[in-house]
């Protein structure tokens, strides 16, 4: 099956540290960008982050810079968002997701995982 | 960053009746090297993903019903649903896609009158 699996999320308490994986399966996902996007309860998508089919490229919202780095392994078709210094504010879903076009860092998403849920409360 | 404002924030319509969702970016979107408009809809129900229905302001994706249909250039952009279905009840945003931060609008809650 074609899809995109996220784990890693969980509970952690202010000033705290997870990291997010996004496995991709049925496809190969070294060509294409991926971002990280959120979404907290009840609220509506906010783009947290993304990153080249390379990996050479890398771009993060102002809400997260310095605290959060995006990196893939290719070799494994896999995603990752380490997150630190996390904050009461980052508590939401975490979506990966997959550019429509080939070697696009700008572009819409046509495929995403199910989420993952990062709790941050003391 | 582009700003994307939604509106309304919610509508509710009757069965088989139109929905009109507008969306309005705060400078365009418009790529004059190639005519397009970076602008993506989505549909999100509850406990789900968002789902791409609507790509380039206007294409709809493989599969994608066509009574959803997106219109609009620059700017000022409109998701339609010419007859609304019971299984079209959901959240929908709008995403520019023309620089990076790829910003979202706030989402319009569709729902059945």
């Known amino acids: 099956e074609v899809q995109l699996l996220e784990s890693g999320g969980g509970l952690v308490q202010p000033g705290g540290s997870l990291r997010l994986s996004c496995v991709a399966s049925?496809?190969?996902?070294?060509?294409?960008?991926v971002s990280w996007v959120r979404q907290a309860p009840g609220e509506g998508l906010a783009w947290v982050s993304s990153i080249s089919d390379s990996g050479a490229s890398k771009h993060y919202a102002d809400s997260v810079k310095g605290r959060f780095t995006i990196s893939r392994d290719n070799s494994k078709n896999t995603l990752y968002l380490q997150m630190t210094s996390l904050r009461v504010e980052d508590t939401a879903i975490y979506y990966c997701?997959?550019?429509?076009?080939?070697?696009?860092?700008?572009?819409?998403?046509?495929?995403w995982g199910q989420g993952t849920m990062v709790t941050v409360s003391s | 960053d582009i700003v994307m404002t939604q509106s309304p924030d919610s509508l509710a319509v009757s069965l088989g009746e139109r929905a009109t969702i507008n969306c309005k970016s705060s400078q365009s979107v418009l790529y004059v090297s190639n005519n397009k408009d970076y602008l993506a809809w989505y549909q999100q129900k509850p406990g789900q993903p968002p789902k791409l229905l609507i790509n380039?302001?206007?294409a709809r994706e493989s599969g994608v019903p066509d009574r959803f249909s997106g219109s609009g250039s620059g700017t000022d952009f409109t998701l339609t649903i010419s007859s609304l279905q019971a299984e079209d009840v959901a959240l929908y945003y709008c995403q520019q896609y023309y620089n990076t931060p790829g910003t979202f609008g706030r989402g319009t809650k569709v729902e059945i009158k």
């Open positions: 380039w302001a206007s």
């Open positions: 997701a997959k550019t429509v076009r080939v070697l696009a860092l700008e572009d819409a998403y046509d495929m």
């Open positions: 049925g496809f190969n996902l070294r060509n294409f960008a």
